[in-house]
């Protein structure tokens, strides 16, 4: 039987936008030693805009982003989405759509047009020596800028890239240093690359990152905190996190997040509020005073 103290407090966390699925999740938030953060769409608003668009020496930008953006339009990645919501503000020409076309989870895109092969991604999934040093190595510096690299390329070679910024939410700082005053260990996994890691995660004030995390790699790198802080909290908001909040002693999902980010969590955020991590922390705190 649920014990007043757990019930009173659930039902406080309710009326704070904190949902709870039970009251063990509840006792188990004022043990915890660190908490792991996915990046977009939980630290960051996981709305992306486009900042640079650049194209190699002698080709048609406009052509670039048509194809990019008609191979964009099959993923629903948010960056995907920002970029094609950036060519049709830009261009005012139909997407001609590419034949065939692979949604590499993690990686970016594959498709290919009547004689084209064109993949569009990160680093990695293009060749990273080759990314790394397009034209003259700009996308290092735009990374520092915290901003998302896309690159394009064709026929196996990359011809140009794309720079996104996703904004860090305005309570994120906020909502980890008042973390950090509680002794709980912060981290963001991310499937960005270093450098951007790096910059949105001084942005955000955690005290670590996980840079090139795959979707896989999330639960691996839960199993390694959990064996290294023993009590770890996920939180967040995309159906690929969905595993890394099943394998967390606590799940917290973002309440704007996809369904089964919301059902596999333990405790949710109505109203996507991070400060509110805090809060149930000291909910907890109050409610296992009370009961010992
Ligand atoms: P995150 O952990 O930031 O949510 P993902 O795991 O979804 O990122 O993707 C990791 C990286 O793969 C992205 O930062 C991007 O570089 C690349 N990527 C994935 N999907 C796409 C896509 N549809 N278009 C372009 N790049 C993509
Ligand atoms: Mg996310």
Request: with cysteine; charged share 25%.
């Given at each position: 039987?649920?014990?007043?103290?757990?019930?009173?407090?659930?039902?406080?966390?309710?009326?704070?936008?904190?949902?709870?699925?039970g009251?063990?999740?509840?006792?188990?938030?004022?043990?915890?030693?660190?908490?792991?953060?996915?990046?977009?769409?939980?630290?960051?608003?996981?709305?992306?805009?486009?900042?640079?668009?650049?194209?190699?020496?002698?080709?048609?930008?406009?052509?670039?982003?048509?194809?990019?953006?008609?191979?964009?339009?099959?993923?629903?990645?948010?960056?995907?989405?920002?970029?094609?919501?950036?060519?049709?503000?830009?261009?005012?020409?139909?997407?001609?759509?590419?034949?065939?076309?692979?949604d590499?989870?993690?990686?970016?895109?594959?498709?290919?047009?009547?004689n084209?092969?064109?993949?569009?991604?990160?680093?990695?999934?293009?060749?990273?020596?080759?990314?790394?040093?397009?034209?003259?190595?700009?996308?290092?510096?735009?990374?520092?800028?915290?901003?998302?690299?896309?690159?394009?390329?064709?026929?196996?070679?990359?011809?140009?890239?794309?720079?996104?910024?996703?904004?860090?939410?305005?309570?994120?700082?906020?909502?980890?240093?008042?973390?950090?005053?509680?002794?709980?260990?912060?981290?963001?996994?991310?499937?960005?690359?270093q450098?951007?890691?790096?910059?949105?995660?001084?942005?955000?004030h955690?005290?670590?990152?996980?840079?090139?995390?795959?979707?896989?790699?999330?639960?691996?790198?839960?199993?390694k905190?959990?064996?290294?802080?023993?009590?770890?909290?996920?939180?967040?908001?995309?159906?690929?996190?969905?595993?890394?909040?099943?394998?967390?002693?606590?799940?917290?999902?973002?309440?704007?997040?996809?369904?089964?980010?919301?059902?596999?969590?333990?405790?949710?955020?109505?109203?996507?509020?991070?400060?509110?991590?805090?809060?149930?922390?000291?909910?907890?705190?109050?409610?296992?005073?009370?009961?010992?």
């Amino acid at each position: 039987s649920i014990m007043p103290a757990t019930l009173s407090a659930i039902s406080n966390g309710a009326r704070h936008g904190i949902l709870f699925k039970g009251g063990v999740h509840l006792e188990n938030l004022s043990h915890l030693k660190a908490i792991a953060f996915d990046k977009t769409g939980t630290l960051t608003k996981g709305k992306p805009e486009v900042t640079d668009v650049l194209v190699k020496d002698g080709m048609s930008k406009e052509e670039i982003l048509l194809k990019t953006a008609a191979i964009e339009s099959h993923s629903n990645h948010p960056l995907a989405q920002a970029i094609v919501r950036y060519t049709n503000e830009h261009i005012n020409q139909e997407l001609i759509h590419p034949e065939s076309i692979e949604d590499v989870s993690g990686w970016g895109v594959k498709a290919s047009f009547s004689n084209e092969e064109w993949k569009i991604g990160k680093a990695d999934f293009v060749g990273k020596s080759e990314a790394e040093s397009f034209m003259g190595g700009s996308s290092i510096q735009l990374a520092s800028e915290g901003k998302t690299v896309v690159f394009i390329q064709r026929n196996e070679v990359i011809v140009g890239l794309i720079a996104l910024k996703d904004i860090v939410r305005e309570e994120t700082k906020l909502a980890i240093d008042k973390l950090r005053e509680k002794g709980i260990y912060t981290i963001m996994l991310t499937g960005d690359s270093q450098n951007t890691a790096d910059a949105i995660a001084g942005e955000g004030h955690l005290d670590d990152y996980i840079a090139e995390c795959l979707p896989e790699n999330k639960v691996e790198e839960l199993k390694k905190l959990k064996e290294r802080f023993g009590n770890v909290a996920m939180v967040g908001d995309g159906i690929n996190d969905a595993p890394a909040l099943a394998t967390a002693n606590v799940g917290i999902a973002m309440g704007e997040g996809s369904d089964v980010a919301l059902e596999t969590a333990d405790i949710v955020l109505m109203k996507n509020d991070l400060p509110r991590i805090a809060e149930a922390i000291q909910l907890s705190e109050r409610m296992n005073r009370i009961i010992k």
